[in-house]
């Protein structure tokens, strides 16, 4: 199928590795202009370079700190008439809601709802303007499915999911569209981190402690990135004008509930 996106221009957020990473390789496979970001000049530049070889894409690389006002206007202006956002970031560590004082709820705000919605804010007018945009968070299951450990990063998710929900109401009509992918269990440094942390606390080797994550996923096998890439893909593309306002999962069909 062809999207229908080649030649537009999209900003990936937090796309030097990990899901992100796979959502800018997909969008410059489809011919997309691709700004990718980090935090470090060379990861970056070094991500840029691979990535326009794997692809055959125009992709370049921003470092910059998005939890930053200077950062995020250090992105923008890499691209400030961009057709597509990705938004991404690091979320909490897991931890337990009796350790985590106001600063950890401040700091989760800011990475991974304030962050993202400033960045909206900044190339929603533009898009408004051109009468095409598609914006795609990416957020976590457990916004659907929360986990005590996980709940600074759940509390953020589900404000930014919320605040997106009542934007896209107003924007589609425009033909920009807001949707949210909800990932779990991808083979990315995430599940290694988890896993490392399981060895760590439960006194497993690694390999019994990934054998522990697969069991959890219907599936029966960790989500490869490039299935996650392909889906946001599909979310930025010309065909995907309809459908707005969404939290689609990606967790090999593990979630339990109906809606």
């Not at 949210?180 to 995430?190: A, I, K, S, V, W």
């Not at 490039?226 to 593309?237: H, I, P, T, V, Y």
């Amino acid at each position: 199928m062809d999207l229908q996106i080649r030649g537009r221009k999209a900003i990936v957020c937090a796309s030097t590795r990990g899901l992100g990473r796979a959502c800018a390789a997909s969008l410059a496979s489809e011919g997309v202009h691709v700004v990718i970001n980090g935090r470090s000049p060379d990861s970056a530049a070094a991500a840029a370079r691979e990535l326009a070889a794997e692809t055959g894409g125009v992709v370049r690389a921003v470092a910059a700190d998005i939890n930053t006002d200077a950062g995020r206007a250090a992105l923008v202006s890499a691209c400030p008439d961009a057709d597509i956002l990705v938004t991404n970031n690091e979320g909490p560590a897991p931890g337990r809601f009796v350790d985590w004082e106001r600063e950890d709820y401040l700091r989760a705000i800011e990475a991974n709802m304030l962050a993202p919605a400033l960045l909206i804010r900044a190339v929603l007018p533009g898009m408004r303007a051109r009468r095409f945009g598609r914006i795609v968070n990416i957020t976590s299951a457990m916004v659907k499915s929360p986990s005590p450990a996980m709940g600074l990063s759940t509390s953020a998710r589900t404000g930014l999911t919320a605040l997106c929900k009542a934007i896209s109401r107003e924007v589609v009509a425009d033909n920009v569209t807001i949707n949210n992918l909800l990932p779990e269990r991808f083979d990315t440094d995430r599940q290694r981190f988890m896993a490392e942390r399981m060895v760590r606390e439960q006194g497993l080797s690694y390999e019994e402690a990934r054998q522990r994550i697969v069991d959890t996923i219907a599936a029966g096998r960790l989500g490869q990135p490039r299935e996650f890439g392909d889906a946001c893909a599909f979310l930025c593309s010309a065909q995907a004008g309809y459908l707005s306002g969404q939290n689609l999962q990606l967790d090999g069909g593990s979630y339990r509930g109906v809606f």
